[in-house]
């Protein structure tokens, strides 16, 4: 897992043949970074509707867009930039009509006419950007993307580990006027130190500061918490 940037210095995360190799590794295996479906599927349900049509970014070979369709989910365009990994899928998901595969890179969709989608879903895509050589040009080019490929009112959701002071300048930039709410989710096993039980609802978006930042007196129960961004196209 990769956690903090220190990370980024032992894999090559921004890079398509590390993600290559890692998934001729894992041949017909399915692995879900950070988060199950399960324990995302509140923000999910909440912000991105059954009908949506759905682009997830940086799929890999994650099941969440499985058990999105299990639970209602029509119609959800996967890419990947690893065609290790989308070859794989689209022969896995060749009889589910509501999963379709390509081969793409984030930063240039450009096969995808404007305000394809209604959502947008990256569940650790952009941290692997954030990783490679060029980290803030590839963010930049990535979220101009998705901001292009979302409708007016669409939902870009970012499950990330990186706080407000790492990924709020990339997604604050005025040219795609999105009002961005922000949770912190605990992993599924979390205990709290000593055991104790929390009144704090996950699902209560956190302030963010005027700089961007996370309020003063919020604390992070769990360090290895994700963050979920939940960005929202203006208009
Ligand atoms: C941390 S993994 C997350 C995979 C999956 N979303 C999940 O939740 O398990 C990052 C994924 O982003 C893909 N990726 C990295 N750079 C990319 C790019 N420029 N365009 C498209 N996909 C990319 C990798 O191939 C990898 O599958």
Redesign the pocket.
């Known amino acids: 897992m990769?956690r903090d940037v220190s990370s980024c210095n032992t894999y090559n995360?921004?890079?398509?043949l590390?993600?290559?190799s890692?998934?001729i590794q894992e041949a017909g295996g399915a692995?879900?970074?950070?988060q199950r479906y399960s324990s995302l599927r509140p923000f999910v349900r909440l912000y991105v509707p059954t009908s949506s049509r759905v682009l997830?970014?940086?799929?890999?070979?994650?099941?969440?867009s499985e058990d999105m369709v299990k639970d209602g989910y029509e119609d959800i365009m996967n890419?990947?930039?690893?065609s290790v990994?989308i070859d794989m899928m689209r022969r896995k998901y060749e009889f589910v009509p509501q999963l379709k595969y390509m081969q793409?890179?984030?930063?240039d969709m450009s096969f995808f006419p404007d305000e394809s989608f209604d959502s947008v879903?990256?569940?650790?895509?952009l941290?692997?950007?954030m990783c490679?050589t060029d980290a803030p040009i590839?963010a930049t080019r990535?979220l101009g993307e998705v901001s292009r490929l979302l409708k007016p009112g669409g939902i870009y959701m970012l499950?990330t580990y990186g706080d407000p002071t790492a990924r709020m300048p990339h997604l604050n930039r005025p040219a795609y006027s999105w009002n961005i709410l922000l949770y912190n989710l605990p992993r599924p096993d979390f205990k709290r130190p000593g055991g104790g039980s929390s009144t704090k609802s996950y699902m209560e978006p956190i302030p963010i500061t005027e700089k961007g930042t996370l309020p003063a007196d919020f604390v992070l129960e769990d360090p290895d918490s994700h963050f979920i961004y939940v960005c929202k196209k203006g208009g």
Do not use: E, P, Q
Not at 31 to 34: I, L, Q, V
Not at 104 to 107: H, L, S, T, W, Y
């Open positions: 990769f995360y921004g890079d398509a590390y993600w290559d890692r998934y692995f879900d970074w950070y997830m970014v940086g799929c890999g070979n994650a099941l969440i890419i990947d930039i690893s990994a793409m890179d984030v930063r879903i990256d569940k650790g895509t941290d692997s950007l490679g590839s990535m499950i």
